[in-house]
């Protein structure tokens, strides 16, 4: 499916998809597929690196392998394990937004087969990351989480998306983000293990808080009281 969907660009298309997607995504954040197409046209350089982080980790290459994929057949079984484990803990996060793990765009400007793997694989885990993180899905939460991901990934795409982001925020949603969730989220991605040689899946029988330990998670902080989320 990766392979079938992958579409092969010169530099000046490239340029040109890469700025066509940008100014879309500006103009609505909701476009999923505008967001996916900016993070892989400017993005190869950073999963290249990745790529080969994960080929030097055994359980990063376990994954390179195997090639799991983050859809509803193979992660349903989440919604049936124990309510401490962090499979259950992902399932209800899922479920109580309504979010379904099909709903991601396919990969289609990656070169090679690895990296539109890599790409996918990013792309998928993002949920399991608000999970253990513990960031909502507000305009806040997605923008706290888009600083963790470019401290682990170095994609241009994550950054671009903090700048955006934050130009949409009120005055009082953008002083709690720089004085609360800014500071917390520099921390959170540089102290975690590196996320995207995890596999994930093998994990979700396991508690919550154990996980979280394991991989030097630091959960979100609570908003202050007076400003909310």
Known sequence: MIEAARIRLNGWQRVAVAL????????????????????????????????ERMERSP?????????????????????????NTFGAAYARFMGSRNFSPDDRPPVRFMETEE????AM?????????????????????????????FEQMLL???MMSVVG???????KQRRLFYQHYFPWALKAGLQ?????????????????????RKWGII???????????
């Open 192 to 212: 975690c293990t590196d996320l995207m040689c995890v596999y994930y899946e093998r994990h979700f029988h396991e508690d919550l808080e154990d996980v979280r």
């Open 20 to 51: 066509g997607s940008a100014a879309g995504a500006l103009l609505d954040p909701r476009r999923a597929d505008l967001i996916a197409a900016l993070g892989e046209t400017t993005g190869r350089p950073a999963f290249a690196k990745v790529l």
């Open 156 to 158: 241009p795409m994550c």
């Open 219 to 229: 959960p979100a902080p609570l908003p202050p009281r007076s400003d909310g989320v």
């Open 115 to 118: 990296l539109a793997y890599v």
């Open 59 to 83: 359980e990063g290459r376990a994954v390179l392998k195997e090639r799991p994929r983050v859809l509803s057949t193979e992660v349903g079984h989440a919604w049936d394990l124990p309510s």
């Open 121 to 149: 694989r990013a792309r998928e885990v993002h949920d399991f990351w608000h999970t253990l993180f513990g960031l909502p899905t507000n305009l806040i939460g997605e923008s706290a989480l888009k600083v963790i991901e």
């Open 165 to 171: 982001g934050t130009a949409r925020f009120s005055e």
